[in-house]
């Protein structure tokens, strides 16, 4: 069965420095999405991708974020400087699009610890 | 704005028995889905239950079953004969089509054996 995938699984970073977090979506999925996940708190959401450029974000993707697609597989969120409330899970989501119920598939997760 | 309400951070229930998680979501949408997802110690992801807002009838997968209220706003989840790997944080979520989920605090149940 299909399944999103991200890489690293954990990723630790000293404060101040970029990290890159991966992502490879479902194959025949278009739309993109990346959530964090604070310890202890509700996952929420950063940002949607869909056709090489964001469709919406939330007011936690600041100008330290940046999303790519960079190939036809993988779609990467970069934290351009890190700060230590940086330090959360963060979920890969994707779906196809089309019709009025597109499920969104998450993947395993990327632990980012900001030390 | 749509938001998601989890009133009970914790439960406890034995094992074998019936537990059920409230959740409550304010929309002004009509058209919408509604998720328990179960996220256990590794922090993955697992959808457990989906709910179409146009269907009346309450979803079921084997010992999960939800109770969708649609005038309350109301979405709860009731496990049947729990095990004890049912224990986990569980995500009460909610989906506008072609939008980004919302959602709940959370809900960290435990399996008492």
């Known amino acids: 069965e299909p399944e999103v995938t991200q890489t690293p699984s954990h990723q630790v970073t000293q404060m101040g420095q970029e990290v890159i977090l991966r992502c490879v979506p479902i194959s025949n999925h278009l739309y993109f999405y990346w959530y964090r996940q604070i310890l202890g708190q509700k996952v929420e959401f950063l940002v949607s991708?869909?056709?090489?450029?964001?469709?919406?974000k939330s007011e936690i993707f600041d100008d330290q974020f940046s999303v790519e697609r960079p190939d036809g597989s993988n779609f990467t969120l970069k934290i351009r400087s890190t700060k230590l409330e940086d330090s959360a899970m963060y979920f890969c989501?994707?779906?196809?699009?089309?019709?009025?119920?597109?499920?969104?598939?998450f993947g395993p997760g990327t632990r980012l610890t900001v030390l | 704005a749509q938001t998601v309400t989890q009133s009970q951070p914790e439960m406890s229930v034995q094992e074998a028995e019936t537990v059920t998680l409230s959740c409550t979501y304010d929309?002004?949408?009509?058209?919408?889905?509604l998720f328990w997802y179960k996220q256990p110690p590794s922090r993955q992801m697992i959808l457990v239950i989906r709910q179409e807002a146009y269907k009346q009838q309450n979803a079921t997968e084997n010992r999960f079953s939800v109770n969708f209220q649609k005038a309350a706003k109301s979405f709860s989840l009731k496990i049947s004969d729990s095990q004890l790997g049912d224990a986990a944080m569980y995500f009460c979520?909610?989906?506008?089509?072609?939008?980004?989920?919302?959602f709940g605090a959370g809900t960290r149940l435990t399996v008492k054996p």
């Open positions: 989501a994707s779906r196809v699009t089309g019709g009025s119920y597109n499920e969104q598939f």
């Open positions: 991708f869909y056709n090489n450029e964001i469709s919406e």
């Open positions: 929309t002004s949408e009509s058209d919408y889905y």
């Open positions: 979520a909610y989906l506008i089509p072609n939008n980004d989920m919302r």
